[in-house]
């Protein structure tokens, strides 16, 4: 019997893990697109892949200075920003249904909402997803690699204090370096 529930709980983790939540910047425009009832239009799209941010490991080595964001063990980036639609509605991306991450930070002002999802690879965060919205931008951001505890935190103050401008900015700065 113990065999039997063991095999269940095996299965179902397999199952629950294959299932996890798909992001892209079609599924967060999709997401826009649901919460306004009008398409955003998207302002840009990045994709940094490894060997682009190989080239950027001189950057990153030396952890944070100034406020910028943890990034060291960053190997691939996909940033996406929207203009938000001016439909009078707020979005909020905490609404989103979420399988399969862990969320980490969980923030909802007046004027939007921001929400930072991790996996772990071990003790490792090796995936990780910020969302954002503020009054006229939204943000998405993926991160990969051997990831920073300390970046999901930062992140968040970061969306919290300089909205998704500022976020954008730091992250852009990486696209800049290469």
Request: aromatic content about 4%.
């Amino acid at each position: 019997m113990k065999r039997v529930a063991a095999a269940i709980a095996t299965v179902v983790t397999l199952v629950a893990s294959g299932c996890a939540t798909s992001f892209s910047p079609d599924v967060i425009r999709s997401e826009i697109a649901r919460q306004t009832g009008a398409d955003p239009q998207r302002a840009f799209e990045l994709n940094l892949g490894p060997l682009t941010m190989a080239m950027t490991k001189s950057l990153l080595a030396g952890g944070t200075t100034d406020g910028a964001l943890p990034l060291e063990g960053l190997d691939a980036l996909e940033l996406a920003v929207y203009e938000v639609p001016a439909t009078g509605v707020t979005l909020d991306f905490m609404r989103m249904p979420v399988v399969g991450w862990e969320p980490v930070v969980r923030n909802k002002t007046p004027t939007g909402s921001a929400l930072v999802l991790v996996r772990f690879q071990g003790d490792t965060i090796s995936d990780l997803v910020l969302i954002g919205a503020g009054e006229k931008q939204a943000i998405y951001a993926r991160l990969r690699g051997r990831l920073s505890r300390g970046l999901p935190a930062a992140l968040g103050e970061a969306v919290e204090q300089h909205g998704t401008d500022g976020v954008k900015s730091q992250l852009m700065s990486l696209a800049d370096e290469k």
